[in-house]
């Protein structure tokens, strides 16, 4: 079965430090991948999504970037945190189609991060 | 564009009474539709879908959603409620017709069901 690892579970970070999060998919090849922000707890924004190694499409101009350097493995980072970006972040998998398709979106648990 | 409404920020049902937890949504296409349900600081966990077919949905945990084309809705429903039903409620939408891409789902700002003993 497929499964969906995403660390650091929570991270503090000072204002102006670099964020990594990272996220990583077993039991399955070639998916798509997403990046989602929650903010307070309610309304989910995507932020990126990617469908294969190196293809990152931006949904949102933001101070923050994605990359995926292996076929199963989706970065979130920035150079510089604001305020701002503090936020429950989601890493989600589906399955790769051709077209818009009806493949279920599946979530990671989440990663807290606070700056401050 | 596409879009969600879920009109109820909260939802309060007595355990063993049915609930309703409503959504609408607004595609230029044909829509897929889903539910998901997530636990504090958890991530999102899948309910059910619908794709085609038979308008109403069964999921998981006794859930169920009916499909309704005119009324542009995807109501969740469950027979008799739990308290452990207890959680907030993500209704999502994609354009089946849009085509091309790996565009993520559009989701409702959310629904807490609160279910009181």
């Given at each position: ?87 429950f972040?989601l ?17 990671g648990e989440g990663s ?5 | ?42 991530g ?74």
């Amino acid at each position: 079965s497929q499964t969906i690892h995403q660390w650091p579970a929570t991270l503090v970070q000072p204002v102006g430090s670099p964020l990594s999060l990272e996220c990583t998919v077993e039991g399955t090849s070639n998916p798509n991948l997403y990046w989602y922000r929650q903010a307070a707890g309610r309304g989910l924004q995507l932020l990126f999504y990617s469908v294969g190694i190196g293809q990152i499409s931006s949904e949102v101009p933001q101070n923050l970037s994605a990359s995926r350097p292996q076929d199963r493995q989706f970065i979130l980072s920035s150079k510089k945190l604001l305020l701002s970006d503090s936020g429950f972040y989601l890493c989600a998998w589906s399955v790769r189609a051709g077209h818009s398709s009806g493949n279920t979106i599946y979530f990671g648990e989440g990663s807290w991060l606070t700056v401050v | 564009a596409q879009s969600v409404a879920q009109p109820e920020d909260q939802v309060n049902v007595a355990e063993g009474n049915p609930l309703t937890v409503k959504c609408t949504y607004s595609v230029s296409g044909n829509p897929y539709l889903f539910w998901y349900v997530q636990y504090p600081n958890r991530g999102l966990q899948f309910l059910l879908k619908y794709i085609t077919g038979d308008n109403l949905v069964k999921g998981s945990y006794g859930f169920e959603a009916e499909f309704n084309k005119s009324q542009t809705s995807f109501h969740l429903k469950k027979p008799s409620a739990l308290v452990s039903d207890s959680a907030l409620y993500f209704c999502a939408v994609r354009d089946a017709d849009s085509g091309g891409g790996a565009d993520g789902l559009t989701f409702g700002k959310g629904t807490h069901l609160i279910i009181q003993p």
